[in-house]
Structures are given as C-alpha cells and as structure tokens.
C-alpha cells in the first residue's frame, strides 16, 4: 500500500514562509506527477501547484511567484517552498501522487493525510 507522508505544516506570521514535504512509501516503479492541493474551511479543494516526473511545473493564479514546488525523483518525494505567506493561503494542504506500481501501465492516485498551515495577520 502506497503512502503519501506529508511534514512541515505549522503556524506562520504573514510575510513568512514554510516547507512542506511529502515522501512518497512503499516499492513504487515510477512516480509520475506530483501535486499539491489545499482546502480552505468551507471551500472546495484546489490545486496550488503541480509537477511532471520530468519537472514541468503548473501553479494556481494565487501563489505564483511565491511558492515553488519541486521534487527528488531518487527519493520519490515532493517539497513546496511557500514564501510571502498570505492569511488567504491558510488550509489544510494535501499531497498528491499519481503512480505506477508496476510495469502494467495503470496509474493510480494516492493522497496524503493533509497538513495545516496557518498564517497569522
């Protein structure tokens, strides 16, 4: 059973800035993309910003310029590098990988727990 942990969430003043990870577990054969979401109290989930396994990027509107995904493809693991953090940009933050386990071409979507950011007026 393929994992998605998610780390480094956590209470931050405006202006400030996090890291998040997210370690892909389990005997995966190659992760494809990598993405991460978030979901605002009494909103839908949203995507903030996606990455290709060969490092093409996408962001939502809202957080260009100021968050920056990447990923190490050795130890199946996506960062998002948040900067300039805005008390709109308060959500849980979700962690999401489409793989294949095998050399079968079936990809399959996993997420993570979640994790909580916070940014403080």
């Known amino acids: 059973q393929v994992q998605l942990v998610e780390s480094g969430g956590g209470l931050v003043q405006a202006g400030g800035s996090l890291r998040l990870s997210c370690a892909a577990s389990?005997?995966?054969?190659?992760?494809?993309?990598m993405g991460w979401y978030r979901q605002a109290p009494g909103k839908q989930r949203e995507l903030v910003a996606a990455?290709?396994?060969?490092?093409?990027?996408n962001y939502a509107d809202s957080v260009k310029g100021r968050f920056t995904i990447s990923r190490d493809n050795a130890k199946n693991t996506a960062y998002l590098q948040m900067s300039s953090l805005k008390p709109e940009d308060t959500a849980v933050y979700y962690c999401?990988?489409?793989?294949?386990?095998?050399?079968?071409?079936?990809?399959?979507?996993?997420w993570g727990q979640g994790t909580q950011v916070t940014v403080s007026s």
């Open positions: 999401n990988a489409r793989v294949l386990l095998s050399t079968t071409p079936l990809e399959h979507t996993y």
């Open positions: 389990a005997s995966i054969f190659r992760v494809n993309a």
């Open positions: 990455i290709t396994s060969g490092g093409s990027t």
